[in-house]
């Protein structure tokens, strides 16, 4: 069954470095999400992405923050300048686009990003 | 910002216990979903519902979209020691023009199941 992939699966960086994330959501998908997961606490939605333009986008993805679509298979996530409290679980989601389940987001397996 | 609220926050069951858990909103959803998250790993989904008072079956899971469309549930029967983890609700509501949307997560329930 086809189904979204992230790397790496965890990433280490030291405080005001840059990471990218990447992804790649399921083929046949065209909008793509990232969200967060703080250890413990609840998913939170971060930002969506369709044909190449942010979407939408919450507080939590500040300037710091900026996604991606180099090419036709990888979603990529960059964190300009790291800072402790970016520390998290990051999911990759997508969705296909047409038909009945366009609402069903399925999730890749995360990067756990630990800034030190 | 929407607010999910689901309950309880943990459960500790016996194997072959039945398991309820639940999610309310004061806002309306277009969708709800349930998902079962391992330690380390991300959301997988378990039940999609569509419709105001669908009821939904996977296996030994069911679901129901609230007739409001600000709650639903999840059912778990039979419960078996690999039904360990946490699930999360998390409800899907259209911002409309080109935006599909995004979920909004309940605070999930930590389920464990005793042999």
């Known amino acids: 069954e086809p189904e979204v992939t992230q790397t790496p699966s965890h990433q280490v960086t030291q405080m005001g470095q840059e990471v990218i994330l990447r992804c790649v959501p399921i083929s046949n998908h065209l909008y793509f999400y990232w969200y967060r997961q703080i250890l413990g606490q609840k998913v939170e939605f971060l930002v969506s992405?369709?044909?190449?333009?942010?979407?939408?986008k919450s507080e939590i993805f500040d300037d710091q923050f900026s996604v991606e679509r180099p090419d036709g298979s990888n979603f990529t996530l960059k964190i300009r300048s790291t800072k402790l409290e970016d520390s998290a679980m990051y999911f990759c989601a997508s969705i296909i686009t047409s038909g009945a389940s366009t609402d069903t987001q399925y999730f890749g397996p995360g990067t756990r990003l630990t800034v030190l | 910002g929407q607010q999910l609220n689901q309950s309880p926050q943990s459960m500790f069951i016996q194997e072959g216990e039945d398991v309820s858990m639940n999610c309310t909103s004061s806002?309306?959803?277009?969708?709800w979903l349930w998902y079962k998250q391992d330690p380390g790993e991300g959301p997988v989904l378990l039940i999609a519902?569509?419709?105001?008072?669908e009821l939904t079956s996977n296996g030994r899971l069911t679901a129901q979209f609230g007739i409001t469309r600000k709650d639903s549930f999840l059912n778990i029967s039979a419960s078996i020691p690999s039904d360990v983890g946490i699930y999360f609700c998390?409800?899907?509501?259209?911002?409309?023009?080109?935006?599909?949307?995004?979920?909004?997560f309940g605070q999930g329930t930590i389920l464990t199941v005793h042999p």
């Open positions: 806002s309306i959803f277009n969708t």
């Open positions: 998390a409800g899907l509501r259209r911002a409309g023009g080109t935006s599909y949307g995004k979920l909004t």
């Open positions: 992405f369709y044909n190449n333009e942010i979407s939408e």
């Open positions: 519902l569509y419709k105001a008072g």
